[in-house]
């Protein structure tokens, strides 16, 4: 999670967890940029314009599914856990913590998977506490694997008893944010490259939420997104201080949960179902093409079948094997309405480059100047998109996409020019 604040989040069982504090200890738990090659599942797109798979961390490769990754459709259940600690009696109640994330977190995916995916929370609503005080875990973003193995075997026994995993998708585990050992830096998705075995099901990932009350805007969703293999698209310095926001900008809260913009990019959606092949114009060889695209917060219409407008919602250039361009319409509708421009947003997509280091990178089609100053996080990126009558030429001019219109129905006219 990019939490730099721009210098400004039902049976009882009987069993208990069968992986001991040794081996919970010897576990690698991974988070951020680790590779965690999975299993290939088919995925059904035959699309000549969907990268290949790669063992980047989340690689946007989406020819497969990765299968050790939970895949959002139909309805997803999680449960949500709340943890206390002996050197601070919470400040807030389960329920005021639930009601801070849902339905809010519940409302953008819906949003934006056009109504294909629902994530229905549980919310066990009473506090459980940890052996140990607050501080004694040495809370912190770049968590020690120990005291992070320590957490999580203490977090798995005191829940264990309330809670049966087997019927859960997703687990979220949210400490007291009054607690002084918790720091809402470390809040992130904790992989475990040896998954434990509860219930009998495997917990492969686990959200760990140290969220301040109220938590930032989007935070949940951001968090909850890695649990469905989409990569963080911030740039995260080397000393962690500076620029997060150089790669994307607002575009796509995987970038930042403060973004004036965080529909997810149509590239995810389509690596994630919510778009089917149908709706992607793919473009694989040389010349020009027109394409009509709708905006792609724009809601689906039940006379569509939950597949949108008539017209596409991206179009897609192939430029290599492990790398294309992508076009989509962003306007302030939807999970967008705070965004200060409209236009043709156009971005690299590289399916061979790892998660935080750079997978999409948006391209400014107004590189001399900036907009929404004071409220976005990267103004010089908040004006990329290109409006009617722009062009922008890429690859020294391999490919040149070029807004021609708009049509009463609101749809948006592109021409695209291949070498």
């Given amino acids: 999670m990019r939490t730099e604040r721009s210098d400004r989040t039902a049976a009882a ?44 961390h989340h690689s946007l490769g989406l020819d497969t599914w990765n299968a050790s990754y939970v895949k959002p459709e139909g309805t997803v259940d999680a449960v949500m856990l709340f943890l206390s600690f002996p050197d601070s009696p919470p400040a807030h109640t389960p329920e005021e913590l639930v009601r801070d994330y849902f339905p809010a977190t519940s409302d953008f995916f819906e949003r934006a998977s056009y ?77 475990l490259q040896q998954p434990l075995r509860a219930d009998g099901v495997e917990l492969r990932r686990l959200v760990t939420l140290f969220e301040k009350f109220p ?8 968090e909850t997104g890695h649990v469905f293999d989409l990569p963080d698209l911030y740039n995260r310095p080397e000393d962690g201080k500076g620029d997060w926001d150089t790669h994307v900008g607002d575009w796509d809260l995987m970038g930042s949960q403060f973004g004036l913009a965080p529909e997810p990019f149509g590239w995810h959606k389509w690596k994630l179902g919510w778009l089917d092949d149908r709706q992607i114009d793919c473009v694989s060889q ?29 179009v897609v250039v192939r430029t290599g094997a492990s790398e294309a361009l992508a076009v989509e319409i962003r306007e302030p509708l939807g999970n967008d309405a705070g965004v200060c421009t409209s236009g043709a ?33 990267q103004p010089s990126l908040a004006d990329a998109p290109l409006g009617v009558g722009e062009s922008i030429a890429v690859d020294d001019g391999a490919v040149r996409v070029s807004v021609l219109g708009r049509s009463a129905s609101g749809d948006w006219n592109v021409q695209v020019t291949r070498d």
């Fill in 13 to 56: 069982r009987t069993g208990r967890l069968r992986r001991s504090l040794s081996v919970l200890t010897a576990l690698a738990a991974v988070a951020g940029t680790a590779s965690m090659a999975g299993p290939l599942q088919q995925q059904p797109t035959g699309d000549p314009c969907a990268l290949e798979r790669t063992d980047a």
């Fill in 345 to 377: 947003l156009v971005y690299r997509v590289r399916s061979d480059t790892a998660s935080a280091q750079g997978p999409i990178e948006v391209l400014d089609g107004h590189p001399d100047s900036s907009a929404c100053e004071g409220s976005s996080v």
């Fill in 215 to 222: 938590a930032d805007r989007n935070v949940l969703a951001h």
């Fill in 286 to 314: 040389p010349g020009t093409t027109l394409h009509t695209l709708v905006p792609l917060a724009a809601p689906a219409e039940r006379s569509e079948g939950g597949r949108g407008r008539a017209g596409s919602r991206m």
């Fill in 115 to 191: 109504g294909r995916f629902t994530l229905r929370p549980h919310p066990v609503p009473r506090w459980l506490e940890m052996p140990r005080e607050s501080t004694a875990y040495d809370i912190a973003r770049d968590w020690r694997s120990g005291s992070r193995a320590d957490y999580l075997r203490d977090a798995l026994a005191v829940t264990d008893p309330h809670v049966d995993f087997s019927r859960y998708d997703v687990v979220y585990l949210v400490a007291d944010p009054s607690a002084p050992g918790v720091d809402s830096d470390a809040t992130k998705v904790v992989n």
